[in-house]
T-cell receptor
């Protein structure tokens, strides 16, 4: 089992460009979570998705950010018109079922976005 | 929504001593409390978790205690070793299954 796979691991964008971050959950996992981590800060919840559905997006900024988890393929976190404040590590995590019931969230290695 | 707080933000202990990290949460409906360890530049990894029907859980040198009445839970590490140096995050989740993390505590174990 390859674990949660995120790519790219490092991404550099100029202000105004778009960033696309991909996450393939562990095999058999249908629940995906995205978190943002700023330097020396905690993990801030962004969005929780199941296949083809957004379950909770209460942590997503209202503009420029979107997420999807299609029936086929990885989950994608998309940031349009990036600004310097978007520079952060973006972690994806997956679970077999509801974290409440099945426990552990497995995290990927993160995608580190730098906006110049 | 849930609010999880960790204090202090840093903790330094001598190798071999015990370390205790405390967290509080706000949502009385939360019933799952994991602890994650994150080494520099690495992914967060689960080290222990506890559910609200249990007051204490132990795994070798690591233990977690939960006080639902006071809404706080603690991580206990005994016989600390330099490789225990990392950032430790507590988290809580309730009916919506969204895991809310504290800001993390940086533990330094001095050789």
């Amino acid at each position: 089992n390859a674990g949660v796979m995120q790519n790219p691991r490092h991404l550099v964008r100029r202000r105004g460009q778009e960033a696309r971050l991909r996450c393939s959950p562990m095999k058999g996992h249908s629940h995906v979570y995205w978190y943002r981590q700023l330097p020396e800060e905690g993990l801030k919840f962004m969005v929780y998705l199941q296949k083809e559905n957004i379950i909770d997006e209460s942590g997503m900024p209202k503009e420029r950010f979107s997420a999807e988890f299609p029936k086929e393929g990885p989950s994608i976190l998309r940031i349009q018109q990036v600004v310097r404040g978007d520079s952060a590590a973006y972690f994806c995590a997956s679970s077999r079922g509801l974290a409440l019931n099945t426990g552990e969230l497995f995290f990927g290695e993160g995608s580190r976005l730098t906006v110049l | 929504g849930e609010n999880v707080e960790q204090h202090p933000s840093t903790l330094s202990v001598q190798e071999g001593d015990s370390a205790v990290i405390k967290c509080t949460y706000s949502d009385s409906a939360s019933n799952y409390f994991p602890w994650y360890k994150q080494e520099l530049g690495k992914r967060p990894q689960l080290i222990i978790d506890i559910r609200s029907n249990v007051g204490e859980k132990k795994d070798q040198r690591i233990a977690v205690t939960l006080n639902k009445t006071a809404k706080h839970f603690s991580l206990h590490i005994t016989e600390t070793q330099p490789e225990d140096s990392a950032v430790y995050f507590c988290a809580a989740t309730g009916a919506n299954s969204k895991l809310t993390f504290g800001k993390g505590i940086t533990l330094s174990v001095r050789p």
